[in-house]
């Protein structure tokens, strides 16, 4: 997705060689013009599945699955990281490790909302190692829903998570796939291929 790329060249900032800070448009600060456009890029990509759910995890994959959800006409549930007072039964789990925070969390999602003629679209903001993802799937599997596939905002494709989703047989749909960060410069791998065909 051209736009997402040129946003992550404009306002994007490479930490080091495998982080890559975007909270200036997505997981602190977000631009809803953006947003409003990646949830028509899951809506195009994935619209033909007779989807019934988006599951996504706080907090940043909320955004741009509420966008996907409004495209879809359908519910959006994200999975909850921190316990709540009114979130205490019949729950969902799955333990997720952050490779940007170095932390693990369990992940929560009440059953009320997952049932098992459920169609659903996973949709998150990074993908590194696959970790939020599996979680996420392993969620909609314990519920006996049906994954349709994994909609990922931006994709470190230099690490494994992305191969490891589609050698499990998930659908991995990344609307920006950075092949480096080296150097403090971001490269995608739509320049890679550009650059192999010239």
Do not use: C, W
């Amino acid at each position: 997705m051209k736009e997402l790329e040129q946003k992550i060249i404009d306002s994007g900032k490479v930490l080091g060689p495998n982080v890559l800070k975007v909270d200036s448009f997505l997981n602190h600060q977000i631009d809803p013009e953006l947003m409003f456009k990646i949830g028509k890029e899951f809506a195009y990509r994935f619209g033909n599945n007779k989807i019934t759910k988006i599951l996504t995890i706080e907090s940043s994959g909320i955004a741009p699955a509420v966008m996907a959800g409004l495209q879809m006409n359908v519910p959006v549930i994200f999975a909850r990281k921190r316990k709540s007072l009114t979130l205490t039964e019949n729950l969902l789990s799955a333990s997720v490790h952050s490779f940007t925070k170095n932390e693990t969390n369990e992940i929560s999602v009440s059953s009320d909302f997952l049932q098992k003629e459920d169609n659903v679209l996973i949709i998150d903001d990074f993908l590194a190692n696959g970790e939020a993802a599996l979680g996420l799937a392993k969620i909609v599997e314990e519920a006996g829903a049906s994954i349709t596939g994994i909609g990922i905002v931006i994709e470190k494709a230099f690490q494994e998570g992305g191969n490891k989703l589609k050698r499990m047989g998930y659908r991995v749909e990344s609307l920006a796939r950075i092949s480096s960060l080296e150097n403090g410069n971001v490269k995608f791998l739509t320049q890679e291929i550009k650059e192999a065909i010239q």
